[in-house]
């Protein structure tokens, strides 16, 4: 509730232009209790730009993107500051911006990573004081690159169980702070002083911090973040990795859902490359990873985690069958797993499968308890808007089919039932020159409907639907015309 009225009166005041007492108020809120509040940072950059104090505005805005990485207005601030920042922070929110000092270690598993194990450990040897990395059986220079980076490299024996291989390596951290990033991840050089920056700031907090970082997913033609990564957290609070692929962190006693914590998201990104196809191919992590999932559903056919992960890739491998019935598993246990996060995406991938495989009402009643319970997930809206869409197209395929029957059959039925003699003429082609419009094949309907047109002489819709499709094309003819000068 304190949180609500400082945002609440600092955010009036700006609206209000009093930019003087909005500072006075988000530097006293944040003083005193809020130094984890991304908006107040905001609010306060907000004001101090418009008091003219760049570099303070800077610091305040760089302070709330960091705690709330995937920010909108930041970059768009950055762009605007940039001219006018000198580098002159004043001593007074370098104060307000001092975080605790914790030590921190970075810890990694390895096998055949000598592609980008020197890159990841450049770039993480500034930003911690240990790197800890786990060989798991390297054939490649992996070790002997680690190790003249500075790494404490040690080897382990693989025995199909990546939790085991965190925890050993976890076991080796002798830090306050541990943070996780794989051999293929390379920490942005933005970023570098970020990690010591939010351990400290989240080392007191009560309920304690599990917090995401960003993997910034590099393809040929396009980068995904994805913020869904928890990483990095306190040696203290008895974390451990569980399960054998896809891993993920929870207590000892209890499982991945047990305790109380907080996972939020923090500025630190680390651009992976790893997800390319030919990555995946060479290194065959898709049929890995579905080996070690089915192995741990055998050991445990209630672990909806790793359901949820057998399905997801059963989907990218194409086994859609198979991955549609670990999808359903994964949402059947879903009710007695009400901390399980993911069932959102589970069931956009279930959309898709049975999409896929022809089974449109199905996708459709998923989309719908999907939407019912989480309609706040794009994720959701956008997989049964497809569904829908699809749906559409295939009764549009058949609507087109059934006005050719019924043009078909007109031609040869003597029966004593009358029917309407323009089926025959011209509105079978007219109805096809419709479905072909909906579906976007424009000049196949322009053809069709000059066609109808020409058996129905001065009919003012065919003739309507005909100069609203040249026009169409004559716009579409002019912009391009116009962007080819």
Do not use: C
Not at 269 to 286: C, F
Not at 330 to 350: C, D, G, H, V
Not at 387 to 408: P, R
Not at 458 to 477: D, P, S, T, V, Y
Request: cysteine-free; proline content about 4%; charged content about 25%.
């Amino acid at each position: 509730m304190a949180t609500l009225t400082h945002i609440e009166t600092v955010k009036s005041q700006l609206l209000a232009g009093d930019y003087s007492t909005a500072k006075v108020n988000a530097v006293k809120a944040i003083r005193q209790s809020e130094k984890l509040n991304a908006q107040l940072w905001e609010f306060l950059g907000e004001a101090l730009e418009h008091l003219g104090e760049y570099d303070a505005a800077w610091a305040a805005y760089d302070r709330a993107w960091l705690l709330d990485p995937q920010a909108e207005w930041a970059e768009p601030a950055r762009m605007r500051l940039r001219e006018r920042v000198t580098g002159k922070v004043p001593v007074w929110i370098q104060e307000l911006l001092a975080a605790p000092h914790v030590t921190i270690s970075a810890a990694m598993i390895a096998k055949n990573e000598a592609r980008t194990i020197g890159d990841a450990i450049a770039a993480l040897t500034p930003a911690v004081d240990e790197i800890i990395v786990v060989d798991t059986g390297s054939t490649d220079e992996t070790i002997a690159i680690a190790e003249a980076a500075g790494a404490k490299v040690y080897r382990y024996e693989w025995n199909d169980d990546f939790a085991a291989a965190r925890n050993f390596a976890l076991d080796q951290v002798s830090s306050d702070w541990v943070l996780w990033v794989d051999a293929d991840e390379v920490l942005f050089e933005e970023d570098v002083h970020n990690p010591r920056i939010v351990a400290g700031l989240f080392n007191e907090l009560d309920p304690p911090a599990i917090l995401r970082i960003g993997q910034i997913n590099v393809f040929d033609d396009r980068v995904e973040p994805n913020y869904d990564m928890s990483r990095l957290f306190a040696v203290r609070t008895g974390l451990r990795w569980l399960g054998r692929i896809h891993e993920q962190i929870g207590l000892p006693e209890g499982g991945v859902f047990a305790g109380n914590f907080v996972r939020p998201a923090v500025r630190i990104r680390v651009r992976h490359d790893g997800y390319k196809p030919e990555v995946m191919n060479a290194k065959q992590k898709l049929q890995r990873n579905i080996h070690l999932l089915k192995a741990a559903v055998n050991d445990n056919p209630n672990d909806i985690a790793s359901w949820g992960f057998l399905g997801r890739d059963l989907l990218l491998a194409g086994h859609v069958e198979e991955a549609v019935n670990a999808l359903y598993t994964t949402e059947r246990l879903a009710p007695s797993n009400p901390q399980y996060a993911r069932l959102p995406e589970i069931r956009m991938f279930l959309i898709d499968a049975l999409v896929s495989l022809g089974r449109r009402a199905e996708a459709i009643a998923v989309g719908e308890r999907a939407k019912a319970e989480h309609p706040n997930y794009p994720g959701t809206w956008f997989a049964l808007g497809r569904a829908l869409m699809n749906t559409a197209i295939h009764e549009l395929g058949q609507a087109k089919e059934a006005f050719v029957k019924a043009q078909q059959s007109a031609q040869g039925y003597r029966g004593m039932v009358a029917f309407d003699p323009q089926i025959l003429t011209w509105r079978s082609t007219a109805a096809i020159a419709d479905v072909e419009k909906l579906l976007g094949n424009s000049f196949q309907a322009l053809k069709l409907y000059e066609d109808a047109l020409s058996k129905s002489p001065g009919n003012k819709a065919i003739a309507g639907q005909i100069e609203w499709l040249r026009n169409q094309a004559r716009m579409i003819h002019g912009e391009t015309s116009s962007s080819g000068k």
